[in-house]
T-cell receptor, first 112, second 114 residues
Framework: SQKIEQNSEALNIQEGKTATLTCNYTNYSPAYLQWYRQDPGRGPVFLLLIRENEKEKRKERLKVTFDTTLKQSLFHITASQPADSATYLCALEIGGYQKVTFGTGTKLQVIP | NAGVTQTPKFQVLKTGQSMTLQCAQDMNHEYMSWYRQDPGMGLRLIHY???????DQGEVPNGYNVSRSTTEDFPLRLLSAAPSQTSVYFC?????????????FGSGTQLSVL
């Protein structure tokens, strides 16, 4: 089965810096990789999708990269703000399958 | 827009009791799924459905039943609750699966089994 590791359980950074979160996977190469944000007591909310044939995707202050050789995705938040503090989850979907597998998440704390 | 609605928000059960967690979506999504979230283990897929009348097992299906009689509803049944089923349960839906469609999540049900 697919195994997904997110680099650390928690990450603290200073406001204004760039936060970089890592998602590593084993076994099958996913066709689609998604990132979600989860706030305490709430369900995850979709942020970005990147496909296996795409190297990079951007949305406002967010950037996602996808390296199928390294089996890794990086998620960047530039000019981070305290409001960005949350848990971020990566999720993988293998093409043609109907299951989405999630990583354990990284809790990001942006310190003012 | 309601999106994905889960009820109840909180529930306490005794070992051996049964209950149903409700999930409804108003987006006409074909795909619906149930996850449980435990500390350090992330979201794990319990059951999923690709349309009315079709269900399949996920990663951790034991102790849970599902059915999908309508497009809108996807209830999760605990037949005989066990302390190991203490968790936060999330229902999620999407238009379809297989092409990276984003999942829409409900706000969760926090279940404690004593």
């Amino acid at each position: 089965s697919q195994k997904i590791e997110q680099n650390s359980e928690a990450l603290n950074i200073q406001e204004g810096k760039t936060a970089t979160l890592t998602c590593n996977y084993t076994n099958y190469s996913p066709a689609y990789l998604q990132w979600y944000r989860q706030d305490p007591g709430r369900g995850p909310v979709f942020l970005l999708l990147i496909r296996e044939n795409e190297k990079e995707k951007r949305k406002e202050r967010l950037k996602v990269t996808f390296d199928t050789t390294l089996k890794q995705s990086l998620f960047h938040i530039t000019a981070s703000q305290p409001a960005d503090s949350a848990t971020y989850l990566c999720a993988l979907e293998i093409g043609g399958y109907q299951k989405v597998t999630f990583g354990t998440g990284t809790k990001l704390q942006v310190i003012p | 827009n309601a999106g994905v609605t889960q009820t109840p928000k909180f529930q306490v059960l005794k070992t051996g009791q049964s209950m149903t967690l409700q999930c409804a979506q108003d987006m006409n999504h074909e795909y619906m799924s149930w996850y449980r979230q435990d500390p350090g283990m992330g979201l794990r897929l319990i059951h999923y459905s690709v349309g009315a009348g079709i269900t399949d097992q996920g990663e951790v299906p034991n102790g849970y039943n599902v059915s999908r009689s309508t497009t809108e509803d996807f209830p999760l049944r605990l037949l005989s609750a066990a302390p190991s089923q203490t968790s936060v349960y999330f229902c999620a839906s999407s238009y379809a699966r297989g092409r990276g469609e984003k999942l829409f999540f409900g706000s969760g049900t926090q279940l404690s089994v004593l």
